[in-house]
Nanobody, 115 residues
Framework: QVQLVESGGGLVQPGGSLRLSCAVS????????VGWYRQAPGKEREVVAT???????MYAEPAKGRFTISRDNAARTVYLRMNSVKPEDTAVYYC?????????WGQGTQVTVSS
């Protein structure tokens, strides 16, 4: 059973920064892609950023220029650096890992952007 555990969420002021972490129970290289989704209250879950096995990165439009996804293969950890956060970034952030037809999810970490 693949396990993903997120951490690093919390309350941050607009314009501030936050780094989310996702610890993966298996080698990241066994997954085609790992990354982050988010779900705001009353909205559907949406992709934020993805990093593939080969290291290619993809960002949703709201994240471009502000968020950075990275990974530490030895530590089996995926990161999401969030800069210049806005109130609309408030959501539960979920880590995911995709292998074949299977997608594995973490439990989520709450990010609240408010003054």
């Amino acid at each position: 059973q693949v396990q993903l555990v997120e951490s690093g969420g919390g309350l941050v002021q607009p314009g501030g920064s936050l780094r989310l972490s996702c610890a993966v129970s298996e080698s990241i290289f066994t997954f085609f892609a790992v990354g982050w989704y988010r779900q705001a209250p009353g909205k559907e879950r949406e992709v934020v950023a993805t990093i593939t096995w080969g290291g290619s990165t993809m960002y949703a439009e709201p994240a471009k220029g502000r968020f950075t996804i990275s990974r530490d293969n030895a530590a089996r950890t995926v990161y999401l650096r969030m800069n210049s956060v806005k109130p609309e970034d408030t959501a539960v952030y979920y880590c995911y890992a995709r292998r074949g037809d299977s997608t594995h999810w973490g439990q989520g970490t709450q990010v609240t952007v408010s003054s």
